[in-house]
């Protein structure tokens, strides 16, 4: 029941979206309750929630339905609530259920636009989640059943994940099934969704006792003669019923195939009613209802053929029974002075300042936890640099004068940056803007600070100051409220952020544009964003932060039997580190699992950073931004994690070879990466890994690393190695080699 | 003048509400607290007096004395090892020491680090000792600032994980011999909706429940989930187990037979911060007013709880746990006590079922106020009523 977020932008304000199903053994109230206690932190910016009924039920008092959903409002007091139904083949949405949201979206969101998008987006999603979206780098090309070449190709059984994606598919299709008794797939490989939707069509319309036949078509229609005769009979099949057929097609690009199948069919049964619908459309040349146009917006994968595909292109066939690539290519990319160029400055800058450290949490200025970051960026140690808080005070000089009010969220590193600006501004203006702490500047906020905004006209000004932005979404969130009806301010608005951390440059870029737009006011006054220092890093959280899946592997371990005691105190001792520190100092240089005296170290001339001082978490930061930078190029065959089937993996001589002197740097690479970034394809090549693995660990000097080795096979990030009698005893008699031990047979197994 | 207080064997909840009562009247200062071995013969006892323990260390350096008489040190540090009051000695006091042997020398690792090492207390009954045999109660502790969260708890993090691990805890601890099957036979749901609660309430402790009116935690501290079992053979043992608690004994009185074996478990969450009604206001000043009598923080504490009331800004819809809680402990048949500040609340699923609200306690004249907030919740584990 994960719910899934959208951002949905209406022009110039993007307004959060959370969409989630009611499956039909769950009630409502045990939705809303899950939402809250598993997903309040993901959902806490909802301004749409979303609810979709149990995909079977025909819904005919809405009303009543309505009454039973006041367990959302509880918990999402602040938003527009919604239930997405049908009700006899027809789909809609509701107005909004709850009383007390802040703002009623209800005309937007009852729109057909919002439901055509909601559609799109949510089929969007399961596409590009899964591993249906094939892409190929620069010089390879498929050649798929249709006979033609593409750089992307999009097999759209491989959606069929989970059971929540097939009841979507029912759900969306329905408005096409009305008196429908028969479906049939022009592909196999989407059979699971005809079958799920012949099953809860004939629970849907159980008044009128539907019976819906399913059959498929084995291979990709060309048209050949061979191929119609095969098709007969299947058709012939769930052309038993008096109802109409539908024909669902996976994907349509040219309509080649649809076009041979309509002409066939129609000549086989020229009265029956047959329904041809897509379930994707990937351009706008053919006419066919489709559930989802994955074409003509922002980002979407380019499927035009290529009528020559240029010399030197590897060409890999995409089979036309299976839809599955014929071969895999994998290739490897290593780290590179290219690769570590763009954050570098950075990291050269605040190397040995703990303004990087790891597995920390973030809270606000009541101390209440606010989020958890793998890698935390701590503005109040980042503002010891001079040059930093140099940077910061500058910023006052670019205003003419004394901003109206500068409003910060609720943390320390916010109310130190606005005590430093605040001085500022005085002494240059004689002048200090009142400020404001706040989390949003929603309904929280008391009325006095309120009227004050609304006092302030068009040509007066406001700073949101933040320390750290990853997604942009908490400036975002100040800037609907400063919209609204309540605050409804007009002047402008400077976004100063110490550190700017997307994810993606992209992505920033974005949100600097939404937060830059100002209706009616020429470029210069526009709203203005500034950050001091900007790096792209991965935002790992708890779910993805390599320390708390570490906890989670020395919890399972602990749970078992069968450990020595010198190794169970290891374990505890780690784990009392990692589930005290977050809340604290966050790790710095105790982030590699490390017993001996003598930790791994950065030597001079590193291509990471210059610094040889620099902090475990330093160098671990460094090395996850230049692997994020890796995984965000352009796709020329060298993007890190590029899925099926041309996987990129990180070199096998960058994490277990000598490319690296330092440890540190391999054991930091390891950390970093993923699994599916490491593991081989080639079974020739894990088990190149796996031996090196061997080599490594029974290095004398590994043993202070064993630990850490260990964490890395229990993780599958390596291989789990083949010891003999003698290398086995070597481990057993040391507590680290105990747990090394303990995952080489934990995994083995 | 140092306070002095003898907490005999036979201390009852009254008795203990007195003590608070004398604390909070003492004010700040040094005390000392006699402290008698065996302190189970009624419910929710260790846990209060765990409180009592934190309001008068609160109030300045407390000297315990173990007062189970002898000079067998090794039964006095098997007392503090082994119960959440002996814990809370240790944890709170800054000199402890038997009746005639001098200081309780733990040796060795500290009692807290061993504590956090196991996981938890789990406490045998000596009738029950034996191979297979239940323990009857398990204590799962987080100390602040030391280990905020406890090493049993590695990896969970999320609600699913929790609710897994509490049901395998209770069912590997108490679900055999008279509790056997008991999973089974109260369903899926009932069984789930109290387990959600639990970890609202545990998350509350670690949000709320170890930070003070300035939002810094609280050191030393202990928070705890407990789990106990309760078995007893005639009703009128279970309805003296429930003395001090008008209550309380009416519910024991109207669901135990009078005759034959039965049995509770119990949960209770505990911590020892400034209570939900005035951590609320910490961050909430807004509501003030409505605290200034008895009746207005009842209404606030049922508030806090029963609505969208956060004393988190930035992330509002917290404490609706509590309805569905309360549905849940009526469907089992359940009795809630919460024990906040000076605010004494509960709800029965005799007298006040159907009701999403917890009543004040009546008790005679005014309770003092102790440190942190217990939520203790008794369910019955006998096949004939779940």
């Known amino acids: ?44 910016s909802t301004d749409v929630l979303i609810v979709r009924a149990p995909v079977d039920r025909s819904i005919n008092d809405i009303d009543l339905e309505l009454d039973n ?161 095969q098709m007969e009979v299947p058709f012939q099949r769930v052309c038993v019923g008096n109802g109409a057929v539908v024909v669902l097609i996976s994907a349509v690009m040219t309509g080649r195939s649809l076009s041979n199948l309509q002409e066939y069919l129609t000549k086989l049964y020229p009265h029956k009613e047959v329904r041809f619908v897509a379930i994707y459309k990937l351009s706008d040349s053919v006419q066919i209802d489709a559930l989802c146009n994955f074409f003509g917006y922002a980002g979407a994968p380019n499927f035009e053929y290529i009528d020559r595909p240029p010399l030197g292109t590897h060409v890999v066939t995409v089979d036309s029974k299976t839809y599955f690539p014929l071969a895999v290519k994998e290739n490897s990319v290593g780290l590179s002075p290219s690769c570590s160029k763009p954050n570098r400055p950075f990291f050269d800058k605040f190397a040995g300042t703990k303004a990087l450290t790891l597995h920390r949490d973030s809270f606000d200025s009541f101390n209440l936890l606010f989020r958890h970051h793998g890698i935390y960026v701590d503005v109040e140690a980042m503002l010891n640099v001079p040059s930093f808080r140099a940077s910061l005070l500058d910023l006052a000089a670019s205003l003419s004068e004394s901003p109206a009010l500068l409003i910060t ?41 309120r009227a004050l905004i609304r006092s302030l006209d068009e040509n007066q000004a406001l700073v949101i100051l933040d320390d750290v932005s990853v997604t942009g979404k908490r400036l975002s969130r100040y800037q609907l409220h400063l919209r609204s009806q309540e605050l409804d301010f007009k002047g402008r608005i400077h976004y100063w952020i110490g550190v700017a951390r997307p994810e993606s440059q992209r992505q920033w870029a974005d949100r600097v544009m939404h937060l830059s737009y100002r209706i009616g006011y020429p470029k210069p006054e526009q709203h203005s964003v500034v950050s001091l220092e900007t790096v792209t890093l991965p935002d790992w959280t708890h779910k993805t932060c ?70 475990e978490s330093d160098v671990i930061s460094a090395v996850a931004a230049a692997l994020h930078h890796l995984r965000s190029i352009p796709n020329t065959g060298n993007r890190l994690g590029s899925a099926y089937p041309f996987p990129t993996l990180v070199g096998i001589d960058d994490h277990l070879g000598q490319k690296f002197n330092d440890m540190l ?9 993923q699994r599916k970034e490491l593991t081989r394809w080639d079974d020739s090549e894990e088990e190149r890994r796996r031996e090196r693995v061997r080599e490594l660990l029974l290095l004398p000097e590994a043993v202070g690393i064993w630990p850490e080795l260990a964490l890395n096979i229990l993780d599958r990030k390596l291989p789990p190695p083949v010891l003999s009698e003698h290398e086995q005893g070597i481990l057993s008699s040391h507590p680290a080699g105990g747990l090394l031990w303990w995952a080489i047979q934990s995994i083995s197994k | 003048m140092p306070l002095t ?32 071995a065996d302190t189970q013969k009624y419910f929710f006892e260790e846990t209060r007096i765990a409180s009592l323990l934190a309001t008068a260390a609160r109030a300045g350096p407390l000297t315990i004395v173990d007062w189970s008489g002898g000079e067998d040190s090794d039964r006095a540090k098997s007392r503090f090892r082994t119960t959440p009051d002996g814990l809370a000695a240790v944890v709170y006091s800054g000199d402890l020491r038997t009746v005639k042997s001098g200081n309780v020398d733990f040796e060795g690792r500290d009692l807290v680090a061993t504590v956090i090492d196991q996981g938890g207390l789990a406490e045998a009954r000596p009738s029950e000792i034996g191979k297979n045999a239940p323990t009857s109660s398990l204590t799962i502790c987080a100390f602040d600032d030391q280990q905020p969260e406890p090493l049993v708890f590695a990896g969970i993090y999320d609600l699913a994980r929790f609710i897994s691990k509490i049901q395998t805890l209770r069912r590997s601890h108490f679900e055999v011999g008279i509790g056997a099957g008991y999973a089974g036979r109260i369903g899926g749901e009932a069984d789930r909706q109290l387990a959600i609660f639990i970890y609202e309430l545990y998350q509350n402790t670690y949000f709320h429940g170890r930070r003070d009116s300035r939002h810094a935690i609280i050191k030393p501290g202990m928070r705890y989930i407990r789990l106990k079992r309760h078995i007893g053979v005639r009703q009128s043992q279970f309805t003296e187990k ?48 409505e605290a200034s009598t008895y009746e207005g923080r009842v209404t606030l504490a049922n508030r806090i709880i029963n609505e969208a009331l956060s004393s988190n800004l930035s992330l509002s819809g917290a404490g609706y746990g509590i309805r569905n809680a309360l549905a849940a402990s009526d469907k089992l048949r359940g009795f809630t006590s919460v024990r906040s500040g000076d605010l004494w609340l509960y709800h029965s699923s005799v007298t006040t079922k159907d009701t999403p609200w917890l009543n004040p306690v009546s008790v005679s004249g005014q309770l003092g106020r102790s440190a942190g907030t217990q939520f203790s919740m008794l369910f019955p584990l006998s096949e004939q009523y779940t």
């Open chain 1, 1 to 44: 029941m994960d719910p899934i977020i959208f951002e949905r932008s209406n022009g110039e304000q993007p307004i959060n979206v959370t969409f989630v199903d009611c499956p039909n053994f769950l009630e409502y109230s045990d939705v809303a309750e899950q939402l809250y206690s598993s997903y309040a932190r993901i959902t806490e």
């Open chain 2, 5 to 36: 207080l003898r907490i005999g064997k036979d201390a009852s909840l009254g008795a203990l509400e007195d003590k608070i009562l004398q604390i909070a009247h003492h004010g700040r200062g040094p005390s000392t607290v006699w402290l008698a």
């Open chain 1, 665 to 673: 740097l391999r054991l930091a690479i390891i950390r970093s990466s």
């Open chain 1, 546 to 615: 390599p320390w708390c899946v570490e906890i989670q592997h020395l919890g399972r371990i602990i749970d078992e039997a069968g450990i020595q005691s010198g190794t169970e105190r290891l374990i505890k001792d780690r784990l009392r580190l990692l589930m005290s520190v977050h809340e604290a100092e966050g790790l710095s240089n105790d982030a590699i699992w490390c017993l001996s005296e003598e930790r791994p170290k950065l030597t001079p001339n590193s291509l990471i950073m210059d610094d040889t001082n620099a902090l």
């Open chain 1, 409 to 449: 969220p609720p943390h320390n590193a916010g109310d130190l940056m606005a005590r430093l600006l605040t001085a500022e501004f005085k002494s240059r203006y004689d002048k200090e803007p009142r400020v404001l702490s706040h989390p949003d500047l929603g309904p929280s906020l008391d009325a006095e600070s």
């Open chain 2, 242 to 289: 429930a003395s001090g608690f008008t209550e309380l004994q009416e519910y024991m009185e109207k669901t135990v037979p009078p005759k034959g074996q039965f049995a509770f478990w119990e949960v209770t969450v505990s911590d020892h911060g400034i209570g939900i009604v005035d951590r609320f206001l910490a961050t909430r000043p807004e509501y003030r007013s």
């Open chain 1, 69 to 229: 959903m006041q367990p959302f409002s509880n918990r999402f007091p602040r938003a527009s609530i919604h239930l997405l139904s049908s009700s006899d083949f027809s789909i809609s949405i509701s107005k909004n259920c709850n009383a007390n949201a802040i703002r009623d979206f209800c005309d937007e969101v009852t729109s057909a636009d919002f439901v055509e998008w909601l559609r799109e987006s949510e089929l969007r999603y399961y596409a590009v989640r899964s591993s249906a979206l094939l892409s190929t780098p620069d010089n390879f090309s498929f050649h798929i059943p249709s006979g033609r070449c593409v750089r992307n190709f999009l097999r759209v059984g491989s959606i069929q994940l989970e059971r929540r994606t097939l009841d979507a598919v029912f759900f969306w299709l329905l408005p096409f099934l009305r008196n429908c008794d028969g479906i049939l797939t022009e592909t196999w490989s989407i059979s699971s969704i005809a079958l799920n939707a012949a099953r809860l069509l004939e629970r849907y319309a159980a008044n009128i006792n539907v019976r819906c036949r399913v059959d498929m078509l084995s291979t990709y229609h060309d048209g050949s003669a061979l191929l119609d005769q």
